[in-house]
């Protein structure tokens, strides 16, 4: 089964393999609000944990996404362009921002897992 | 994630935030409270911002805006307290009819602008010589300092803040208004009328700040929850936060005081000329009348025009504007995503050889250039009574 980390500033990663699927949580949806605007990096592009790998935009505010290891972008999910409203509606799922190729195993487990994550949103 | 605006924790050793008198029903209606202007006031409802903006647009939204400063310029008789306001802001009031309503400037004395106002005159033949002010809510100590002694010794400066307002907003706010205040139907765009609103003696004008048609009511603060739960009973009235109030405002071209407008520009860089009336331009007499006279002769080296980006990524505020060579000839003062309007629009001020509408122009997003051409505002056409 594939397994879920989480950052403390919401984002998400489900590893499978040597692959990462990298978006927001279902907690940073519902702060953000309605998503109007979600630019993504280019396929290729090497990220850097805690560098910027994508923006997010509600009607409010642009907020940045970061990298929560680091690695190549392998995939971005271009369907987020025509519909970003799929953040809000389904974050864990069809609202997946990219897909990042483990380069260090070992980052992983600096993040938080789903049971860490939802006890640390509780103390926001 | 890390947003990178909106502030959203208070300050520790600030004072603490004010309340307006509806503000135990937003909490209760599961709002989500921002410090504002000095105030805790819902940004947005569980509805949401988008689909607050679109309720608004489509039907009717109700808006607390009781945080704004409310206030009476009180004289012996309407001459008398018109030009001691006239000394103060370029607009015609002399002029103003009884009853009605005008969109103004309070100038310092190099013609920027301090803050941005509704000056009404009463449409009470009692209250001759008294005109309402409603003021920006950051701005309202600082307008009231600067006003009180500018005044001559028979005009007073009344603060009503014992008042609460509210705005109703939309295309249904016709029908919901009229159903507890029949009067209000009859009432014409920037019109002013005391009637009773569900029972309550209260201040109406058909005016708002969306681009839509509607009203805004003042009553007493101790009152105002009575007219606000009424209100909501109709299934087409819903309450609406600020952050869809600055999105409606930004598709209708309204500017933002702080933002949009400010000292550092006059009323015709920012393109308010039609708020300086006929005999005030020829006259002069208000604070920096001699600049902006030049200014309607001659032009203005830059101006406020709105902008409209062609893909999808919205300008925020400070987004540097370029001509498609490279060079920077303006800044975004406001920016964002247009719910009606279904993609981005800003407001800026460009070089005056750039500001003509279909001109294209880059916006720097992030470093990188954004095609953007320059558009008539508003963005969304108004729904006005007129």
Redesign the interface.
């Known amino acids: 089964m594939a397994e879920t980390r989480y950052t403390k500033?919401?984002?998400y990663i489900r590893i499978e393999g040597d692959t990462g699927t990298v978006g927001?949580s279902d907690y940073?949806q519902g702060q953000?609000?309605?998503v109007?605007?979600v630019?993504l990096p280019a396929v290729g592009k090497a990220l850097t944990k805690g560098g910027e790998a994508a923006?997010?935009?509600?009607?409010?505010?642009?907020?940045?996404?970061?990298a929560p290891i680091s690695g190549e972008v392998v995939e971005v999910n271009g369907e987020l362009?025509a519909t970003?409203g799929t953040v809000n509606e389904d974050p864990a799922g069809k609202g997946w921002f990219l897909k990042i190729k483990i380069a260090d195993a070992a980052e992983l487990e600096g993040l938080m897992n789903e049971a860490e994550y939802q006890n640390y949103v509780k103390t926001l | 994630?890390?947003?990178?605006?909106?502030a959203t924790t208070h300050d520790a050793g600030a004072p603490a935030p004010l309340k307006t008198p509806l503000h135990a029903r937003h909490v209760t209606l599961g709002a989500r409270m921002v410090p504002f202007a000095g105030y805790d006031m819902p940004?947005?409802y569980p509805m949401?911002?988008?689909?607050e903006?679109n309720w608004t647009r489509e039907k009717a939204g109700l808006f607390d805006v009781s945080h704004m400063g409310q206030a009476f310029l009180i004289g012996p008789d309407h001459e008398t307290t018109a030009k001691a306001l006239e000394a103060l802001i370029p607009a015609d009031i002399l002029n103003l009819a009884p009853g009605k309503q005008r969109y103004s400037q309070l100038l310092n004395e190099e013609g920027g602008i301090l803050d941005d106002l509704m000056v009404t005159r009463s449409a009470d033949p009692d209250e001759d010589g008294a005109l309402y002010l409603v003021v920006n809510a950051a701005c309202k100590e600082a307008d009231y300092a600067h006003i009180e002694p500018r005044l001559p010794p028979n005009v007073k400066l009344i603060r009503a803040e014992h008042r609460g307002l509210i705005a109703l907003q939309g295309p249904g706010a016709e029908a919901a208004l009229a159903a507890i205040a029949p009067d209000a139907a009859e009432m014409g765009f920037m019109t002013s009328r005391t009637m009773k609103v569900a029972g309550i003696k209260a201040n109406v004008s058909r005016s708002g700040y969306t681009g839509e048609d509607g009203y805004e009511i003042s009553a007493a603060a101790t009152k105002i929850g009575e007219i606000w739960d009424t209100l909501l009973l109709d299934a087409n009235v819903k309450p609406i936060g600020l952050?869809?109030r600055?999105?409606l405002r930004l598709e209708a071209g309204l500017c933002l005081y702080g933002h949009d407008i400010d000292t550092t520009t006059s009323p015709v860089e920012a393109a308010l000329n039609w708020s300086i009336q006929k005999r005030r331009r020829e006259e002069g007499g208000f604070p920096g009348a001699a600049r902006i006279q030049r200014e309607f002769a001659e032009g203005t080296s830059r101006i406020r025009v709105g902008l409209k980006p062609e893909g999808?990524?919205?300008a925020?505020e400070g987004t540097e504007i370029a001509t498609p060579e490279g060079e920077v000839i303006g800044t975004v003062t406001s920016g964002?995503?247009g719910?009606t309007l279904n993609g981005?629009c800003a407001m800026g001020y460009v070089a005056k050889a750039h500001s003509a509408p279909g001109t294209q122009l880059n916006l720097i997003v992030?470093g990188k250039p954004l095609p953007a051409v320059v558009a008539t505002m508003p963005f969304v056409p108004n729904g006005y009574k007129r």
Not at chain 1, 55 to 63: D, G, L, R
Not at chain 2, 48 to 51: E, P, R, V
């Open positions: 500033d919401h984002e927001i940073a953000l609000g309605d109007v605007f630019e923006v997010v935009e509600s009607v409010k505010a642009a907020s940045e996404v970061y362009e970003p | 994630m890390a947003a990178e605006a909106e940004v947005q949401g911002i988008l689909t903006h952050g869809a600055d999105s999808r990524a919205p925020r964002g995503f719910p981005p992030r």
